[in-house]
């Protein structure tokens, strides 16, 4: 008998048949996401689980007693619970490696979006504002060619980045990492700084950094203080990174000019944080990997984890 399987989201078709050779698996069809009792309800006799972001307790393990390998389909996995699906013997698996250039656009499309204040102005041309332009500078930005760049988290996706911003855009590029990298500093020309240097230098101070232990609130008020009034913070890594109260509080009192934010401290973002009613903050919504091409490869790939740790082989991309 094939192994049980199931999908809380759709997945292209070749993720599909690729599975269909080793497991029975089915999938959430429906446009909108799973809500937890209903999966509970799914996972309840399977032995593999494909999934992105959601969070694996021991609640969740206790409602799904043949589960041995959860699949995220993301390359971040604080969603997993690590001391319980170790103890549990779960494996968990994710995709690095295929969304990197990917988050990296978004990255950029980020810093572009906030400096040159694209997606304000947009709605300004739109809502038929343009003839009421008022004031000396009403649609002055700021410069991302030749700025400095600070990126917090050297990592694929970080290294990705800093080719972006000194090969398209000749920025002086900084960087903060728990390891130095000697390879990146030489490849790319990027520069190690401590914290507290790369804040108060960085026109563009960029999160990337995995959510750990470690990470959990690395981005608080002492932190914003730290940076240029004139500074520009992007998010693309986890909102629990940051203290977004303590970003609120930043941008409120102007100690920096702005902010371009993927990713939320709850996701989707509560209607009423303070962050979605000022003009000089960009939003997206976590949509660091999400085009057809390379969801479709982290499918792939959580695909042939999942089969992988099924079968009694080492999956390529264990994490637990
Ligand atoms: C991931 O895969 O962890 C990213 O957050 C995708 O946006």
Same mark, same amino acid.
């Given at each position: 008998?094939?192994?049980?399987?199931?999908?809380?989201?759709?997945?292209?078709?070749?993720?599909?048949?690729?599975?269909?050779?080793?497991?029975?698996?089915?999938?959430?069809?429906? =446009?909108?996401?799973?809500?937890?009792?209903?999966?509970?309800?799914?996972?309840?006799?399977?032995?593999?689980?494909?999934?992105?972001?959601?969070?694996?307790?021991?609640?969740?393990?206790?409602?799904?007693?043949?589960?041995?390998?959860? /699949?995220?389909?993301?390359?971040?996995?604080?969603?997993?619970?690590?001391?319980?699906?170790?103890?549990?013997?779960?494996?968990?698996?994710?995709?690095?490696?295929?969304?990197?250039?990917?988050?990296?656009?978004?990255?950029? =499309?980020?810093?572009?979006?906030?400096?040159?204040?694209?997606?304000?102005?947009?709605?300004?041309?739109?809502?038929?504002?343009?003839?009421?332009?008022?004031?000396?500078?009403?649609?002055?930005?700021?410069?991302?060619? /030749?700025?400095?760049?600070?990126?917090?988290?050297?990592?694929?996706?970080?290294?990705?980045?800093?080719?972006?911003?000194?090969?398209?855009?000749?920025?002086?590029?900084?960087?903060?990492?728990?390891?130095?990298?000697?390879?990146?500093?030489?490849?790319?020309?990027?520069?190690?700084?401590?914290?507290?240097?790369?804040?108060?230098?960085?026109?563009?101070?960029?999160?990337?950094?995995?959510?750990?232990?470690?990470?959990?609130?690395?981005?608080?008020?002492?932190?914003?203080?730290?940076?240029?009034?004139?500074? @520009?913070?992007?998010?693309?890594?986890? =909102?629990?990174?940051?203290?977004?109260?303590?970003?609120?509080?930043?941008?409120?009192?102007?100690?920096?000019?702005?902010?371009?934010?993927?990713?939320?401290?709850?996701?989707?973002?509560?209607?009423?944080?303070?962050?979605?009613?000022?003009?000089?903050?960009?939003?997206?919504?976590? @949509?660091? /990997?999400?085009?057809?091409?390379?969801?479709?490869?982290?499918?792939?790939?959580?695909?042939?984890?999942?089969?992988?740790?099924?079968?009694?082989?080492?999956?390529?991309?264990?994490?637990?």
């Amino acid at each position: 008998m094939k192994p049980k399987v199931y999908v809380s989201q759709p997945i292209c078709q070749e993720a599909r048949d690729y599975l269909a050779q080793y497991c029975d698996f089915k999938v959430w069809e429906q =446009g909108e996401p799973i809500k937890r009792e209903e999966l509970l309800k799914k996972i309840a006799d399977v032995d593999g689980l494909i999934t992105s972001g959601r969070r694996i307790t021991e609640n969740l393990l206790n409602h799904a007693p043949k589960l041995k390998v959860v /699949s995220n389909l993301s390359v971040g996995y604080n969603n997993f619970d690590l001391e319980v699906m170790k103890k549990r013997n779960v494996i968990g698996t994710n995709t690095p490696g295929v969304l990197d250039e990917t988050v990296a656009d978004l990255a950029f =499309g980020l810093i572009l979006a906030s400096a040159r204040r694209i997606a304000e102005l947009d709605q300004f041309v739109k809502a038929g504002k343009w003839d009421q332009a008022s004031g000396d500078d009403p649609f002055i930005g700021i410069d991302v060619h /030749s700025a400095t760049l600070g990126i917090i988290g050297m990592g694929r996706i970080g290294e990705a980045i800093a080719r972006r911003g000194k090969l398209g855009f000749n920025m002086d590029v900084l960087y903060y990492n728990r390891n130095r990298k000697p390879e990146a500093e030489e490849e790319l020309g990027v520069e190690y700084r401590d914290l507290e240097s790369l804040l108060k230098q960085s026109d563009f101070v960029l999160l990337m950094t995995p959510l750990t232990p470690e990470t959990e609130g690395m981005i608080g008020e002492k932190e914003f203080k730290l940076m240029k009034k004139s500074a @520009i913070f992007i998010n693309v890594s986890r =909102g629990q990174t940051i203290d977004e109260q303590a970003l609120i509080q930043a941008l409120e009192k102007k100690e920096i000019y702005g902010a371009a934010l993927d990713v939320f401290e709850q996701e989707p973002v509560n209607k009423d944080n303070p962050l979605l009613k000022m003009p000089n903050v960009v939003t997206t919504p976590h @949509i660091g /990997s999400a085009t057809r091409k390379t969801t479709d490869a982290m499918a792939m790939k959580a695909a042939k984890n999942m089969v992988a740790a099924l079968t009694g082989e080492e999956p390529e991309n264990r994490v637990v």
